[in-house]
């Protein structure tokens, strides 16, 4: 009985640290993606540059 209590509290720890180390992780891809720069990039975030691209690109054609 014990040895269930104690994995069960393992268990719940560790789903606690998965769940904070998943909402820094989400936090650092937005800083990354959004806010930013990049000189690679003309001095603008990844997520602008992806903007450009998408904007600019042909739209597919599709086989009739």
Same mark, same amino acid.
């Given at each position: 009985? *014990?040895?269930?209590? =104690? @994995? ?9 640290? /998965?769940?904070? =180390?998943?909402?820094? /992780?989400?936090?650092? *891809?937005?800083?990354?993606?959004? *806010?930013?720069?990049?000189? =690679? /990039?003309?001095?603008?975030? &990844? @997520?602008?540059? /992806? ?6 690109? &042909? @739209?597919?054609?599709?086989? =009739?």
């Amino acid at each position: 009985r *014990e040895l269930a209590a =104690a @994995s069960e509290g393992f268990r719940a720890g560790h789903a606690r640290r /998965l769940e904070t =180390a998943a909402t820094a /992780l989400r936090g650092w *891809e937005r800083t990354y993606n959004h *806010e930013r720069f990049s000189m =690679a /990039l003309g001095g603008r975030t &990844p @997520s602008e540059k /992806l903007a450009t691209v998408v904007s600019t690109s &042909p @739209s597919p054609t599709v086989a =009739a």
